[in-house]
């Protein structure tokens, strides 16, 4: 859903870039409170792992295309404020580099992608989190139902923006149906890698989660034939896992990042992906422009003088990779250092 320069005109393309603006500042004030030492730097490869995975489209129907759009993985692993900015690392990333996404069309890009699918996916995900049993099974059950609304919902406001700015005159009821409808469907593969990842991840390091924090199924000890809770251990008792680094996971992610980007994506699907698709099939892209950052030696995920595609677009991949994980790490790193320092008080109430 990478909305090129040509498809919203001017004007609406640069209150949409104030909106995105606006949404990054509130942003980078929320995520101080949801990064600590732990998970900043896990913050930053969330972002690569999202640049990772969205390079392999899959199909979704008969030549069309989806991928991932992350903010529903990245909301659930770091937390709303600070998937919003990983989302924005991302994109960034992909338009300057890669010219993927138009430059002008940046906020719009940031809005639909990131401020839309993390605002409307954490909030379905914490109420459904609230009346589901609390545990793994129904957290990642809440991520699925999560990541799957939020990809349609992205096409909706897709086509609100286009409604207001576009700059072909296509019937909108038609641009409605036909975007909710392919979205749908790239829904289900989203909601499938969010539900893995986030099982994942919760299987082995459930305090690394933003949207499992507190989450700790009670030890069940048999008595008479039934199983009932053990007793709470003491307050004292330090927590292990808390203790325990991040390295590990740190490293683990990368080397999946990168293997993705690197080696699989060279198997992604080669049709349109549900914006080109209906773009092409409704009349939208008639005044589409051209990149302004087609000349880059990475446009279009491949290495520019590389003859043979494999290593082109496997090289590509990798940096793309080096560079967000290094460009969020930095921003994410940034903002942790300008956390307010808090009391005891304030952090045993916050984890409450």
């Known amino acids: 859903m990478h909305v090129p320069d040509g498809f919203i005109n001017a004007p609406v393309s ?3 870039g104030v909106v995105a603006a606006g949404a990054v500042a509130v942003s980078l004030r929320g995520a101080r409170r949801e990064l600590d030492e732990r998970t900043a730097p896990l913050a930053g490869l969330v972002a690569a792992f999202i640049f990772a995975v969205q390079m392999l489209n899959f199909p979704v129907a008969a030549g069309t295309s989806g991928h991932l759009l992350g903010g529903a993985l990245a909301a659930i692993l770091v937390g709303p404020f600070t998937g919003v900015l990983c989302i924005a690392v991302v994109l960034l990333m992909q338009g300057i580099l890669f010219a993927d996404g138009g430059l002008t069309a940046l906020g719009v890009n940031i809005t639909v992608m990131g401020v839309v699918t993390v605002v409307v996916a954490y909030a379905l995900f914490r109420g459904l989190v609230r009346v589901l049993p609390r545990g793994r099974r129904s957290t990642t059950a809440a991520a699925f139902v999560a990541a799957l ?8 406001a897709f086509t609100l923006i286009y409604a207001v700015g576009g700059t072909t005159d296509v019937p909108i009821g038609k641009v409605l149906t036909a975007m909710v409808g392919v979205h749908v469907l790239i829904g289900i593969g989203e909601a499938a890698i969010t539900a893995l990842t986030v099982g994942a991840v919760i299987a082995v390091r459930p305090d690394l989660v933003h949207g499992a924090r507190g989450l700790a199924a009670p030890l069940k000890l048999r008595v008479g034939g039934e ?22 996971v740190w490293a683990t992610g990368l080397v999946a990042a990168l293997v993705l980007a690197g080696f699989v994506s060279f198997y992604a699907s080669a049709n349109p992906d549900g914006l080109e698709k209906v773009a092409a099939d409704k009349g939208i892209d008639e005044k589409v422009q051209e990149h302004g950052a087609a000349d880059s030696p990475l ?15 496997g090289l590509a ?12 790490s930095g921003v994410f790193w940034a903002v942790r250092k300008r956390r ?3 009391t005891p008080a304030a952090r045993t109430a916050e984890s409450v």
Not at 317 to 327: K, N, P, R, S, Y
Request: proline share 10%; hydrophobic share 50%; no cysteine.
């Open 14 to 16: 640069a209150v949409a």
């Open 149 to 156: 609304v939020s990809v349609p919902a992205a096409a909706v």
């Open 227 to 248: 199983l009932v809770d053990a007793p709470a251990a003491p307050a004292a008792t330090p927590a292990p896992v808390a203790a325990r680094s991040t390295r590990t």
């Open 299 to 313: 446009a279009d995920y491949g290495v520019k003088d590389v003859g043979n595609a494999r290593v082109s677009g």
């Open 317 to 328: 991949g990798v940096i793309g990779v080096g560079v967000t994980v290094a460009v969020g």
């Open 340 to 342: 307010t320092p808090q």
